[in-house]
T-cell receptor, first 113, second 111 residues
């Protein structure tokens, strides 16, 4: 049973560029949440997608946007990258919107130079 | 003030020791409490979660929640070098979707 898979694993971008990160949820899960984890910090909630709609959003600017596809996979897009966007981006999947049993992927390490 | 506070450590213990990891939280609306383990360069792995106050045991791990003092604990018995990782506590409000994490405590178990 494949767990949560994210791609790519590492990415280097230049300030001002745009980036798209991808996530495939665990088999049987229909909800995807995205988190940003800065070095030495806990993950911070970006947003959650369920039934192809954004259900809840954390304190992140509109530069962060997402999408969920009919097969439940999801993308995170970040526009106008800043140095401060450098972090580990985590995708978590769950069955339904309650995140008590959320499973995380290995993350995408984004470095903005 | 962060909603979930956690000592970043590192906490160093010898193999076989009982480990106590702790968090405090400020939001009385939190109802679910989770512990995640995160190895270096990996995503967090759910160890266990509890609802409201009380204890929950799973093998060598015991989670404890005291809502009156807003205190969350994870005990690890017979600690092993393979337990060396960062341990993250997280909380969630009923009806809300986002997990609120502490900063994580780094645990080092020496052979």
């Amino acid at each position: 049973d494949a767990g949560v898979t994210q791609s790519p694993t590492h990415l280097i971008k230049t300030r001002g560029q745009q980036v798209t990160l991808r996530c495939s949820p665990k088999s049987g899960h229909d909800t995807v949440s995205w988190y940003q984890q800065a070095l030495g910090q806990g993950p911070q909630f970006i947003f959650q997608y369920y039934e192809e709609e954004e259900r809840q959003r954390g304190n992140f600017p509109d530069r962060f946007s997402g999408h969920q596809f009919p097969n439940y996979s999801s993308e995170l897009n970040v526009n106008a990258l800043l140095l401060g966007d450098s972090a580990l981006y985590l995708c978590a999947s769950s069955l339904g919107t309650v995140s008590t049993e959320a499973f995380f992927g290995q993350g995408t390490r984004l470095t903005v130079v | 003030q962060k909603e979930v506070e956690q000592d970043p450590g590192p906490l160093s213990v010898p193999e076989g020791a009982i480990v106590s990891l702790n968090c405090t939280y400020s939001n009385s609306a939190f109802q679910y409490f989770m512990w995640y383990r995160q190895y270096s360069r990996k995503g967090p792995e759910l160890l266990m979660y509890t609802y409201s106050s009380g204890n929950k045991e799973d093998g060598r791990f015991t989670a404890q929640v005291d809502k009156s003092s807003k205190y969350i604990s994870l005990f690890i018995r017979d600690s092993q070098p393979s337990d060396s990782a960062t341990y993250l506590c997280a909380s969630i409000r009923t009806g809300f979707q986002k997990l609120v994490f502490g900063t994580g405590t780094r645990l080092l178990v020496s052979p």
